[in-house]
């Protein structure tokens, strides 16, 4: 993969083993040549990620609405800022220039965006690895109610394991590289069995 999107906070959270994890990532970026794409922000775990990447001199890239591109949220540093009208712009932008995607630790924004991954690949739209790297048992919830749509008819096994889960970035990232898209259904909406 050239380049992945990561999805995250504006915030560190209470427990350092997450900015630990964005450093970890961003340190596999740049050893590896991956291209960061990302919101644009200079605070929390985007902050985290992109400083790591770079301070090796890496590829970063960062897309903002307007509406956030305040002095103390945009990164300065960041050569390659693209500024959008909408949020919903920017996550167009973001898929277009990205092979895969990967969430770590973040609030509504950032499920917001794993969500549209989601159903991007869902549709059949893009056939991008989506992982989760499920630090501290941070999405285990999510994946409870994830497991739930599943035995309730409402999302197929398929579709659910489009979402590649890892607990280090080493083990997200062999699993990412190895992905396998689901096979295109010809009827979407068809009833789960």
């Known amino acids: 993969m ?21 450093i970890a990532l961003g340190d596999h970026f740049a050893n590896n040549k991956i291209g960061l794409v990302y919101g644009g922000g200079k605070i ?13 001199n890496g590829e970063v890239i960062g897309v903002i609405p307007k509406l956030l591109e305040k002095e103390e949220v945009v990164h300065a540093d960041v050569e390659e800022m693209i500024v959008c009208k909408k949020m919903s712009e ?23 965006e794993l969500f549209e991954a989601l159903t991007l690949g869902q549709l059949h739209i893009e056939q991008k690895p989506i992982g989760l790297l499920n630090l501290n048992g941070f999405f285990d919830a999510i994946l409870v109610q994830l497991d739930k749509m599943v035995a309730e008819g409402f999302l197929k096994q398929a579709n659910r394991n489009m979402l590649i889960i890892g607990t280090s970035v080493e083990d997200l990232m062999l699993k990412m590289n ?3 898209a689901p096979e295109i259904s010809h009827v979407i909406n068809k009833v789960v069995s």
């Open 44 to 56: 929390g775990m985007m902050g985290a990620i992109a400083d790591t990447i770079l301070a090796h």
């Open 2 to 22: 050239k380049r992945i999107a990561v999805f995250c906070g504006a915030s560190l959270g209470f427990d350092p083993v997450y900015k630990e994890a964005a």
């Open 178 to 180: 190895n992905y396998k």
């Open 90 to 112: 920017r996550k167009v932008i973001i898929s277009k220039l990205v092979d895969g995607y990967i969430t770590l630790p973040g609030g509504f924004g950032t499920l917001d």
